[in-house]
């Protein structure tokens, strides 16, 4: 699941480039950035890669925080706490029964 | 984004006069380490990977003694500003080559409600480009004095 995230984080520190070069900030090594997210990406099983491509392309965020009170903020229904439990151990890769986005437990 | 707005995103909790650190690394783990002890992010690895993958992109040290470390993060649900201020000076591989004294640390969640993120980068170097401010945040020992510099900006 660390391993998502981390993809995810890069994902969109590259979709953002151009707006935080325009605000002034250096960001010239965007090269070194692609190669990271690429060798980041063929570290991931590929089923589970393939779903993150894929509810990328439909939600542009494909996984979301969860909140300490069990809400998703993707599509922010309140959920299961017997999910929770699974969720928090980092090792199961858990969907929103709501939107299907998949799910990281911050607390 | 005015500057009423921008200071609601601070905390004294993250209001860091007293930076320890000596090197890049040492100093982003500092605050990021903060962030978790108050318990505003759960993962700090995940967090100090995202903000070393920034810096590779390109040195966040804009210039004229200041950092401004930012990014996005799934371990995150709210966007939350650090401070941060070392007397002596960080080597931080800064576009001038100087060591930094004032650090602004930005998380911001994969995708906040009102899209605030780049309005608040924007506005913290639009405040940091102005000598006065600089020189304020450099004398301010407590969250109060902080807060006055960020609201007058």
Same mark, same amino acid.
């Given at each position: 699941m660390d391993l998502l995230v981390a993809l995810q984080d890069l994902d969109m520190m590259i979709e953002e480039i151009s707006e935080v070069k325009r605000l002034g900030f250096s960001a010239e090594r965007e090269e070194e950035l692609i190669n990271a997210r690429e060798e980041l990406a063929s570290k991931i099983n590929k089923p589970l890669l393939y779903s993150y491509e894929k509810l990328k392309k439909r939600y542009k965020r494909a996984i979301v925080p969860v909140k300490e009170d069990n809400t998703c903020l993707g599509c922010f229904i309140k959920l299961p706490t017997s999910m929770s439990a699974i969720g928090r151990t980092d090792a199961n890769v858990i969907y929103c029964e709501g939107c299907g986005r998949i799910l990281y437990w911050l607390f | 984004m005015d500057n009423e707005d921008l200071k609601?995103? &601070?905390?004294e909790q993250l &209001?860091?006069?007293?930076?320890?650190?000596?090197t890049k690394d040492e100093l982003l783990k500092e605050i990021v380490d903060q962030f978790v002890r108050v318990k505003y992010l759960k993962n700090s690895d995940i967090v100090l990977e995202m903000l070393r993958q920034r810096e590779i992109l390109g040195s966040t040290g804009i210039g004229k003694g200041i950092a401004i470390p930012h990014g996005r993060t799934t371990s995150a649900s709210e966007i939350m500003i650090a401070f941060g201020k070392s007397k002596e000076g960080i080597n931080y591989d800064s576009i001038d080559g100087k060591p930094v004294n004032l650090i602004f640390m930005i998380i911001a969640p994969p995708q906040d409600e009102r899209n605030m993120y780049l309005p608040i980068l924007g506005k913290m170097v639009e405040i940091l480009n102005k000598a006065k401010n600089r020189g304020k945040l450099m004398s301010a020992e407590t969250f109060e004095d902080f807060i006055e510099v960020i609201s007058k900006g």
């Amino acid at each position: 699941m660390d391993l998502l995230v981390a993809l995810q984080d890069l994902d969109m520190m590259i979709e953002e480039i151009s707006e935080v070069k325009r605000l002034g900030f250096s960001a010239e090594r965007e090269e070194e950035l692609i190669n990271a997210r690429e060798e980041l990406a063929s570290k991931i099983n590929k089923p589970l890669l393939y779903s993150y491509e894929k509810l990328k392309k439909r939600y542009k965020r494909a996984i979301v925080p969860v909140k300490e009170d069990n809400t998703c903020l993707g599509c922010f229904i309140k959920l299961p706490t017997s999910m929770s439990a699974i969720g928090r151990t980092d090792a199961n890769v858990i969907y929103c029964e709501g939107c299907g986005r998949i799910l990281y437990w911050l607390f | 984004m005015d500057n009423e707005d921008l200071k609601t995103y &601070f905390d004294e909790q993250l &209001f860091l006069p007293h930076l320890q650190a000596k090197t890049k690394d040492e100093l982003l783990k500092e605050i990021v380490d903060q962030f978790v002890r108050v318990k505003y992010l759960k993962n700090s690895d995940i967090v100090l990977e995202m903000l070393r993958q920034r810096e590779i992109l390109g040195s966040t040290g804009i210039g004229k003694g200041i950092a401004i470390p930012h990014g996005r993060t799934t371990s995150a649900s709210e966007i939350m500003i650090a401070f941060g201020k070392s007397k002596e000076g960080i080597n931080y591989d800064s576009i001038d080559g100087k060591p930094v004294n004032l650090i602004f640390m930005i998380i911001a969640p994969p995708q906040d409600e009102r899209n605030m993120y780049l309005p608040i980068l924007g506005k913290m170097v639009e405040i940091l480009n102005k000598a006065k401010n600089r020189g304020k945040l450099m004398s301010a020992e407590t969250f109060e004095d902080f807060i006055e510099v960020i609201s007058k900006g």
